[in-house]
T-cell receptor, first 114, second 114 residues
């Protein structure tokens, strides 16, 4: 089944404790991105990647890191999480480098930073 | 920077009525406009999209119209059903260099009353 898989689905942690949210897609997609969803603000892009070893900042990259060492994986890293990073996170992928293709979303990861 | 404004933020209709959600964008180079539906606790899912070379697209009870001159696009749902209740997001592409990203609207919570 074609899908985008995120782990974990839920995480409660404390300020300053490094964490990684994994994202993997099995559709051989070129473009992958991370979004955070907050009430009243819609979906805001954190980082995106058009290809292996190519990443770029989205609208809200502060406090986050990503890597794209393999085509299928695009982990989101919070080196020193803070409470303002409490949010619902979605990973998404699309088939080509061009952004004008449908995005396929994962099921989301709900992070709570205490 | 690029901005996508979405209205209304909440919309309540009676079953069988029509619902219209409107979005405006600021980047005249935007060329792809998807609409996503997000049911409670679930991932956003693409329901319809339109490209800048088309003025209107229809898929059963759902249609999208695009006015490039005015830089706005709208989602129309006819004969609404309770299962149409969800949050709907519009988005527009922001293109630059060899890449780009999707900018999302703030979302519209649609409630269809039986």
């Amino acid at each position: 089944e074609a899908q985008v898989t995120q782990n974990p689905r839920y995480l409660i942690t404390v300020t300053g404790k490094k964490l990684t949210v994994t994202c993997s897609q099995n559709m051989n997609h070129e473009y992958m991105s991370w979004y955070r969803q907050d009430p009243g603000l819609g979906l805001r892009q954190i980082y995106y990647s058009m290809n292996v070893e190519v990443t770029d900042k989205g609208d809200v990259p502060e406090g986050y890191k990503v890597s794209r060492k393999e085509k299928r994986n695009f982990p989101l890293i919070l080196e020193s999480p803070s409470p303002n990073q409490t949010s619902l996170y979605f990973c998404a992928s699309s088939s080509t480098k061009a952004i004008n293709q449908p995005q396929h979303f994962g099921d989301g990861t709900r992070l709570s930073i205490l | 920077g690029e901005n996508v404004e979405q209205h209304p933020s909440t919309l309540s209709v009676q079953e069988g009525d029509s619902a219209v959600i409107k979005c405006t964008y600021s980047d005249s180079a935007s060329n792809y406009f998807p609409w996503y539906k997000q049911e409670l606790g679930k991932r956003p899912q693409l329901i319809i999209d339109i490209r800048s070379n088309v003025g209107e697209k229809k898929d059963q009870r759902i249609a999208v119209t695009l006015n490039k001159t005015a830089k706005h696009f709208s989602l129309h749902i006819t004969e609404t059903q309770p299962e149409d209740s969800a949050v709907y997001f519009c988005a527009a592409t922001l293109l630059y260099n060899q890449g780009g990203k999707l900018i999302f609207g703030q979302g519209t919570e649609l409630s269809v009353k039986p």
